[in-house]
């Protein structure tokens, strides 16, 4: 067995080991869900994230993966979701609230808190989903 494989073998057994062993921070995002989404604005120079992995270190990797893994899926969801309503009406949502009231709210949309503060937001212009780094979150 390779060193990789190995040590990939030894932090699944850790976190099942650990699973039943620890309490979860009440402060945990992991399990929670929000509805919270803003509306992009390009103008206000927000970070956008471009929900990229970048973890070098193989114990740290499953970690450093988290947070750009929920953006991935959560953008691949709602997506889907916009794609459909465009099929369904020939048109796109004209704005936040259209696409509150049509997609996120009938079809009770709950997308993962995301890690380190950032935030969801819907690019009207652009009809997609994106994750910006919240403007009161604190920068490592």
Request: aromatic share 4%; hydrophobic share 40%; proline share 7%.
């Amino acid at each position: 067995m390779n060193m990789k494989k190995l040590v990939s073998l030894a932090v699944v057994i850790a976190a099942l080991g650990c699973e039943d062993q620890t309490k979860k921070s009440p402060n945990s995002i992991i399990g929670k869900t929000t509805q919270d989404i803003g509306e992009y604005d390009a103008k206000k120079g927000a970070e956008v994230s471009d929900s990229k992995i970048r973890a070098s270190d193989p114990i740290t990797a499953p970690m450093m993966a988290y947070g750009p893994m929920l953006e991935q899926i959560s953008k691949s969801h709602i997506a889907a979701a916009v794609n459909l309503f465009e099929a369904n009406e020939g048109r796109y949502p004209a704005d936040l609230d259209e696409f509150m009231e049509k997609i996120i709210k009938p079809n009770n949309i709950k997308l993962p808190v995301l890690p380190g503060g950032k935030k969801y937001q819907y690019d009207v212009e652009n009809h997609k989903l994106v994750v910006i780094d919240a403007p009161d979150a604190a920068k490592p």
